[in-house]
C-alpha cells in the first residue's frame, strides 16, 4: 500500500509494497480511468490503487470474479492496440465439488471485455463449455465501493470523513452510495443483464447450466453518479463499444499517420499514438491531454503544454486545445493559498472531495515557474506549424498578461531572471518540472534557498519572448515585436554569464536566493539547448558531457550526473531516466546540429521500447547502467501511460528529421534529415500545412536520407536542406 509522508511540508508517495507485477491495465475516457490487474479484477493488494475512478474519486475499489468461489486460471490479456479495449481470457481451475464429479481445469473458456464511455465501466463475459458433459456452476462476483480520493489512495492520511450510505440491493441493479464532507453524494450503479441468481450488498451469483459447446453471456455496467447526475445515460456493451471504437478512430485518423520498416518501431508509435487518444479528454475548450494514469489523470499546465508541443507536427488539433484551456484558466488575481498571481498559467486542477474541500490546494493550482513562459512559446510554435493567427489574436490578450506575469511576478527582484518562491504553505516548495522537494542543491548536497531561478527556465523566458516577438509583428505591433527580441537579446548575454560554471563544464542547475549558483551537473542544462538559449561552444559542451558515461546510462540520459551528492539512480529526480526531458534534449542537440547526439538519445528510446509492458515508455524509470540481457529497471509507482512520455516518439523523430514548417509559404523544410540505424525507410501519410497536404517516403542510404513524394493536394512545397 501507500502511505503519506510529509517533509518540510510536501507531498510525497511511500511506496510499502510493489506492484503485484508490472502488468496492470489501464483504461481511460474523458474524466474517467481504471486501473485493473491482469485478470480483470479490482484488488486491494499491492500499491493498491487498482480501481475505477471519476473525477479522481474511486467509484469501484473491488471487483473479482469467481467460479465456484475459485479464482479462474489466467491465460492471457492485453488492452487493445487502439488502447479501447481490455480483453481477458481465463479458464476453470480443478473444481471439487463434494458428491459431484470433478470439473477439470480447461473445460471453461471465460472471456471478459471491459471499455470506458462517458463515465462508466461496461463488460461482457462469455462463457464457453468445451467439455463433453453438461457443467453446472456457480458464477460470482465480488464487488465493494469505497470512494477514496485520489490522494488518499497516494497516502494522505484524513482526519474525517464522510458518511457511506446504506447499499441499494434490486432484482438486476446494486448501488454504492457515500455523502461526502462537500456535501455531494457519489453513487455507484452496477447493472446486470441477465438479472444475477442471487444479489447481495457485496456480490453477485449466476448459477450456470451449460450443455456441451454451448455458451452464455453476461452483461455489467459500472456507473458513476455525482449528485443524481451521471455523465450520460447508460447504454448497453455493444453500443458503447461502437461509440468507443468510433471516437478513437476519428482521432487517430486526424492525425498523419507514420509507418516505418521496423515493426517494432511500429508498435511504439502505434501505442504512443493510441495513449495519447486514450489520455486526452475533450473540455470544453478542445482537446486536452490529461498528464498520466494513475496519479496525474487531469489537466497539468507543464504537461500538457509539453506533450502538445512534441506532437505538434502531426496533430496540431492538441495544441489548439490546450492554448485555449490555459488561456481561460489563466490566474486573473493574486491568491496566496494557490500560489495565483494575474498572468500565470494553471499547474494543476482537481475536482475531487479534498481539493473541494481545500484540504490539498490542487482544486486550481498555480504553483509552476515554468508554464507560463512555456504557454507563449507554445503558441509561438502552434502558430509557427499551422498559420491560425485568428487563435493567436483570439489569446493574445492571455499572451500579454504572461508576458507581464514573467517581468512583474516572475522577476519580482528585477535582477532579469524569473524565479520562484511558494506562497502558499501546503504547496509545492520546488515548482519547475522536477518538483521533488530535493532537486535543487548545492555542490554539497545543502538545499538551496528561496527564491530560486532555474537554469532551463530562463531558456523558456528567451523562447517565450522571441516567439512573441514573431506574434507581435504578425498582429501589427512592430515597437513591441524589437522590445521583446531586445528583452530576448540581453537575457541570453546575461544568463550565459551568470549561469555559466566553467569548472563542471555546465550551466548551473540554478542561482539560490543569494545569487550563488547551484554548481551541480544536471539535465536541466539540456534544456538550454532546446530553447536555444545556449551559445554554439556550450551547447557542444553540454551536449557530449549528457553523452558521457555519467550521464548516460545506455538506456537515456539521468535526470543527475552519477558524480554529485544526492545522485541516486532510484530517485524520483536526481538520477532517474525521463523520456520526456531525453526528447527535449534530443531536440536542443538537432537544432544546433548536433545530429548524431540526438540519434543516440533516439537509439536508446527505442531499446526502452523493446523491454517495456506493451512497448509503452512510463513517466520515467531507474538509471542504472544497461546491463547485458536484462531491461530497464522501471520505478514502482511511475505513472504509465503518461502523455509526455508517450509524445517522446514522435518528438524524437521530428528532431532527427530536421522538420519545420513555414506557414508563409506553405512549406514542409527538413534539415539535414536523418534516420537512426533502426530505420531503413519511413512513410508520412496526410502530412499538412496551412496550403495543402502530402505524403512522404524517406529513405536511408550510407550519407543521407532520400524524401519522395508520393502525393500531394494543394501548393505545398518540400524543401531539403542536406
Known sequence: MVKKIQLDEQWYILATAAPPDDRRRVLKHNDTFALFDRFGDIQPIGLGDEGLYNDDTRYLSHQEL?????????????????????VIELMNPDIERADQPLIEKGLMHIFRAKLLWDGACYE?????????????????????ADYADIFEVRGYQRQRK??????????????????GLDHAVRCTHIGFSPAPDRLSASHADFLLSLPPRDETHLFVTVCCELDGKMASEPRDYYSALELSTKKIG???????????SNQLVNRWIDRSASDLVMLTSRLPDGLYPYAGVPWYSTTFGRDGILTAWECLWLYPHLARGVLRFLAASQATEENPKSDAEPGKILHEARKSELALLDEVPFRRYYGTVDATPLFIGLAGAYYERTGDLELIRSIWPNIQLALEWIDRYGDADGDGFVEYRRRSKTGLIQQGWKDSHDSVFHADGQLADAPIALCEVQGYVYQAKRYAAELA??????????RLRDAAEQLKQRFDQDFWCEAIGTYALALDGRKQPCMVRSSNAGHTLWSGIASQEHAERISRQLLGEEFFCGWGIRTLSSREARYNPMAYHNGSVWPHDNALI???MARYGLKEAAMAIFAGMFDVSLHVDQHRLPELFCGFDKRMGEGPTLYPVACSPQAWAAASVFYLLQSSLGLSFSPDCSEIQFRHPKLPKFMESLEIN?????????GLRLQRYPNSVGIDVLNKEGAVKVVVET
Open 124 to 144: 461482457h463475459i462469455r462463457i464457453v463449455n468445451f467439455g463433453l458433459e453438461p457443467i453446472e456452476i456457480m458464477l460470482s462476483m465480488e464487488l465493494g
Open 162 to 179: 464522510g458518511d457511506y450510505l446504506d447499499p441499494t440491493v434490486g432484482d438486476d441493479e446494486l448501488m454504492f452510495a457515500y455523502k
Open 66 to 86: 469467481l467460479i465456484d468461489g475459485h479464482r479462474p486460471m489466467y491465460l492471457n490479456s492485453a488492452v487493445r492496440e487502439d488502447s479501447g479495449v481490455f
Open 686 to 694: 496526410g502530412l499538412w500545412t496551412k496550403g495543402g497536404c502530402v
Open 250 to 260: 476519428h482521432l487517430l485518423n486526424e492525425c498523419c499517420q507514420l509507418t516505418t
Open 586 to 588: 534530443a531536440g536542443g
Open 473 to 482: 509583428e504578425r498582429l501589427g505591433d512592430e515597437a513591441q515585436a524589437q
